[in-house]
């Protein structure tokens, strides 16, 4: 989902219904279907190459690296090789062969457990459909190119090389049948500001083109033909969130401080250097989590020392003077594996080949991200925080090799800060429950509350038919919060909660109350949080965990904490 109304006429962008002819080609023609398919091929990839360049301006190479991708599936001489068989042995018409074969693909991909890889599917279909388009004459990203009036576009799967170019100046949102909001498309709208709503389900045979229509991407709701009172209502609430935006913005410069005087540190969750500005726009207080990953994922080859070094020295420099950038080394594997590292079989990835695990298997990887780190040092305040750390060994063999690095460095005479903390996120109940001795070893703690929620309940989260009983306010996951918080308190060490938990409105009271110290979140919550923050007590914060610690139901935990949060900031809530 993507934030934001929008009301205007539909547009349906229909690559879901192409008809394909299936009448067997006669000999005579097979050289030049061939001929049609090699042309088709070269058009497409001439495309891409276009797209991948401007998406690379505009958003940066990381974002370009998917484009990549698409390059060498086309170049996939397997793949080629089965197309070419169709046409020359089964006379399929190049659409006909070049879609078989792509499907067959496509839906091995969709079939897969795994979220990460369903996604991929669509990007394949994006490819597929391009090739298509190629073939049949139409290029229907040139249509949404060249659009002359607002609307809001109606997909089955809009494909994320679509969506990177859309004209912000006429599409002003979208909804799709399909996609989730891990899907390269979702995360691009996002990033782009345009108001979307993904995975609505069947939805293109029940609206017609030039219908109008109000999209809600708060509410993940498109309403057809909407009555002047639903109109009349969102512009009341459009006009209402507006002012409260306004409002929101001059907390820029003002500190995260609560009613009773304490700080919080308010920082800002990134994906990569290229998420900068929208942090310094927040008013954010540093980075509280890089999510390095995303530098290794979408893209063919992994990013070397330097590549690295270039990227967190950025992040590094850019982030205010006296505030730092923490660091996560690799948190690959579950949904997030890059293909050169994807095993075979792993029958259960979220407890499997993960993260820290991954990097000390692999020390080489691990030992580039750790000296591009230390060299990012002398560019502004760095730390290094390990992912899914769930034993004391880890923490250790990781200090270890950290220490060797810099001997590396020290002796090649590289420049290099030698005094960057070293922390551990504690996001598996096992690192809660040894968070004394984590403690005495490490610098810092930040709570993963995403995945200790997940891991504490064995609650897999993707999965819909257990959705219900993924919850952070579970008393179990409150009181592994209070352990790790007691824990780093009696060593002097600060902590963290850098999970989804810390961006909802209504937890915040729960974590401050608990003792965390700072909260890191995506760069749009941070003025929310901020506005909840100055309107809080923490004395109340403190009595309303001290009391959750005690409760047993997680239900009625969240409605107390809501409570305290709406009755200090309603406008938060939408009300007044
Ligand atoms: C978490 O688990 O809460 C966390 C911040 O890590 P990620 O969401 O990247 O797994
Ligand atoms: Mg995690």
Known sequence: MSD??????????????????????????????????????????????????????????????????????????????????????????????????????????????????????????????????????????????????????????????????????????????????????????????????????????????????????????????????TLFEYGQLKQRRALFEEKLALLRE??????????ITLAANIEGPEDMASVEASGAHGIGLFRTEFLFLNRETRPGEEEQFEAYRTVASQTRPGQEAIIRTLDLGGD????????????????????????????????????????????????????????????????????????????????????????????????????????????FFSIGTNDLTGYTLAVDRLNERVAHLYQPTHPAVLRLIRMTVEAAQRHGRPVGVCGEMAGEPGLVPLLIGLGVQELSVTPALIPAVKFLLRRLRLSEARDIAQWALDCSGGAEILQRSREVALAAAPNLFGKQ
């Open 4 to 229: 934001g109304v929008a009301h205007a006429r539909i547009l349906r962008v229909g690559q879901a219904r192409r008809e394909i002819s299936r009448d067997p080609l006669p000999p005579e023609a097979v050289a030049a279907e061939v001929d049609r398919l090699n042309r088709a091929l070269l058009g497409t990839r001439q495309d891409i190459q276009r797209v991948r360049d401007q998406v690379s301006a505009a958003m940066g190479a990381a974002e370009a690296g998917l484009f990549e991708a698409h390059l060498l599936v086309l170049e996939d001489s397997t793949l080629l090789n089965e197309v070419l068989r169709k046409i020359r042995t089964e006379r399929l018409g190049a659409e006909a062969a070049f879609h078989d074969v792509f499907e067959k693909y496509v839906s091995v991909l969709a079939a897969v457990d795994d979220a990460y890889l369903r996604e991929r599917a669509a990007d394949l279909r994006d490819l597929s459909g391009r090739v298509l388009d190629h073939l049949s004459g139409a290029v229907h990203e040139h249509e949404l190119s060249n659009l002359s009036e607002p609307c809001i576009l109606v997909a089955h799967d809009l494909p994320p090389s679509v969506t990177a170019l859309l004209d912000r100046r006429h599409v002003l949102g979208f909804a799709t049948e399909a996609g989730g909001k891990t899907s390269h498309t979702a995360i691009m709208a996002r990033k782009m500001g345009i108001p979307a709503v993904v995975g609505l389900g069947p939805l293109l045979d029940s609206v017609r083109d030039g219908e109008y229509a109000l999209l809600d991407g708060h509410g993940g709701l498109l309403t057809i033909n909407p009555t002047d009172q």
């Open 254 to 263: 003002q500190p995260a401080v609560t009613l009773d005087g304490h700080h």
């Open 336 to 443: 997030k594996m890059p293909g050169d590292l994807r095993r075979e079989g792993e029958p259960n990835p979220f407890l499997g080949w993960r993260a820290i695990r991954i990097s000390l298997d692999q020390p080489e990887i691990f030992r580039g991200q750790l000296r591009a780190i230390l060299r990012a040092g002398c560019h502004g305040r760095v730390r290094i925080l390990l992912p899914m750390v769930s034993t004391l060994e880890e923490l250790r063999a990781a200090r270890a090799m950290l220490e060797s690095c810099k001997e590396a460095l020290r002796s090649e005479g590289v420049p290099f800060c030698d005094s960057v903390p070293l922390g551990v996120m504690i996001e598996i109940p096992s690192a809660a429950l040894i968070a004394e001795e984590l403690a005495r070893e490490c610098d």
